[in-house]
């Protein structure tokens, strides 16, 4: 099984920025497709940025373009998101997940085989 930890998350103001850490241990990143996600109380689990290691792209929800940054350190072993200009409804628990079997990326959480515990990630107004 392969070990993803998430670490960065915590308490901000609205306006303020939070740069989220996935340590993604023991895999090579050309492989996989690697995705930052999150699941706001009482709500579905949505995909917020994947980074497509077949062909180096990255992708972003639409709630996502202009305001995060996903990207990748394969020495490190890291795959950072970077959010800026935080809103209360980015509050949630954010989760990055890795997946072998994608061609690509995709949003849907169902594809993804791999989980990190996720980080907390709350905005107040």
């Known amino acids: 099984e392969v070990p993803l930890v998430e670490s960065g998350g915590g308490l901000v103001q609205a306006g303020e920025s939070l740069r989220l850490s996935c340590a993604a241990s023991g895999f090579n990143f050309d492989d996989y497709a690697i995705g930052w996600f999150r699941q706001a109380s009482g709500k579905e689990r949505e995909g917020v940025a994947v980074f497509a290691g077949v062909d180096n792209t990255t992708h972003y929800a639409d709630f996502a373009k202009g305001r995060f940054t996903i990207s990748s350190d394969s020495a490190k072993k890291a795959v950072y998101l970077q959010m800026d200009s935080l809103k209360p409804e980015d509050t949630a628990v954010y989760y990055c997940?890795?997946?072998?079997?994608?061609?690509?990326?995709?949003?849907?959480?169902?594809?993804?085989?791999?989980w990190g515990q996720g980080t907390q990630v709350t905005v107040s107004s």
């Open positions: 997940a890795a997946s072998l079997a994608l061609d690509g990326y995709s949003f849907m959480w169902s594809l993804y085989e791999y």
